[in-house]
């Protein structure tokens, strides 16, 4: 053990007794909280910055497929190939478990069901108790609640940005579909209601996604801007009010939680947010000390979640020196030992082996990569 690694030890040693307190305290008072509504600053505004991301030319038969089923309502999670997300699909179950009455009568039939697992057809509850929703997807067999929050992790949504930029023939019904997806999200995910304001860092990635993808669009969906402006900051609040720190042991779930507020400081300029921002970059860095061990690698022992909790940290990082906030420099020696490392693990044909624990794995999926295969991901 080496002194640099001594706050995680720290942090283990110090856990139980907070644990225990703060769990039992949980149990007698019902489970935390939800707040359903957040009361908007005066002085929250969009910043106005210069389009990002737009640099390098895309793959056009790649993006041609990519673009074809996202206008469509359609995404592959998690290896699910690619599902439809509207109301009127009927998933084909999992595991000779299949649920669900399609199209559910409270919405549309062509409108997106954000509230599904689209693999099992699980329905949850639109705009249902959290907590409750949450306890569903626990205890029904079959399913998995990331197949739910998968999508709605918007990773989509900044990648329907730069298919604008680059191919303008597919402009119009690009900006439908953001459109599309983001107004039926809001109607049947209110704040704090329903599975989808159950997890801060589905709510961070979510948020993430949201600023870096809509930026890119706010001039051609001015129209838009004040909702989307009132959605982000709800997501700031719930992850504000959430942080996972786990009574001082962070996971990459608090970094996530860090980096969407670093990244809220950039876009919605209020005396708030820039102040919450400012403490999540603080915060971030000492973080990052305690979760890299000295030699760059994550200390959760999983390939996924290193690159993971790198890529959060190189989030961060951009939007931190974007609003030209302190670097310090043993964070970039961090930032580049763990660039190093996943550079070591790394096969010749680029991909990581798969050890530990492992989720899609993203946080600004910009230009996925794949092979086409059988006019096919």
């Not at 209110?190 to 001039?219: C, Q, Y």
């Not at 990082?317 to 310090?328: C, F, T």
């Not at 550079?343 to 600004?364: A, C, Q, T, Y």
Request: charge should be neutral; aromatic fraction near 12%.
């Amino acid at each position: 053990m080496k002194l640099s690694e001594l706050p995680i030890y720290w942090d283990l040693l110090r856990l139980p007794l907070p644990v225990v307190v703060k769990r039992i305290r949980k149990r007698m008072t019902g489970g935390k909280g939800v707040k359903t509504s957040f009361q908007r600053p005066p002085d929250l505004k969009w910043a106005i910055h210069a389009p990002d991301f737009l640099e390098g030319k895309l793959n056009p038969k790649k993006w041609e497929h990519l673009l074809n089923h996202y206008t469509n309502d359609e995404l592959n999670l998690l290896g699910s190939d690619w599902v439809s997300l509207k109301n009127s699909f009927s998933p084909k179950g999992f595991l000779g478990k299949a649920y669900g009455n399609f199209p559910r009568p409270e919405i549309g039939v062509d409108t997106i069901d954000w509230n599904r697992d689209q693999r099992s057809g699980f329905q949850y509850s639109v705009n249902g108790n959290s907590n409750e929703e949450l306890n569903k997807a626990f205890t029904t067999e079959g399913v998995d609640v990331k197949f739910c929050w998968e999508f709605a992790r918007m990773h989509h949504l900044p990648q329907l940005a730069l298919g604008y930029h680059h191919f303008p023939d597919r402009g119009e019904e690009i900006l439908q579909t953001v459109k599309r997806h983001l107004k039926s999200f809001n109607e049947q995910c209110l704040p704090g209601k329903g599975i989808h304001w159950t997890s801060p860092m589905e709510v961070a990635v979510r948020l993430s996604n949201i600023l870096v993808g809509f930026d890119l669009l706010k001039n051609e969906l001015s129209d838009l801007k004040d909702e989307v402006m009132e959605m982000a900051y709800c997501h700031f609040k719930y992850v504000s009010s959430h942080l996972e720190h786990k009574d001082g042991f962070g996971t990459n779930h608090y970094l996530s939680n860090l980096m969407s507020l670093v990244v809220a400081g950039y876009f919605l300029n209020s005396a708030e947010v820039l102040a919450k921002s400012r403490w999540a970059w603080s915060e971030m860095e000492k973080e990052l000390q305690k979760q890299f061990f000295s030699d760059g690698f994550n200390f959760e022992y999983s390939t996924y979640y290193h690159r993971l909790s790198t890529e959060i940290a190189l989030v961060a990082l951009k939007y931190a020196k974007k609003q030209g906030l302190e670097i310090n420099q043993e964070t970039l020696k961090i930032v580049g030992q763990a660039l190093l490392s996943i550079e070591v693990l790394m096969k010749p044909n680029k991909e990581l082996p798969k050890f530990g624990d492992i989720d899609s794995g993203r946080i600004l999926d910009l230009n996925p990569e794949g092979e086409l295969l059988d006019n096919d991901f």
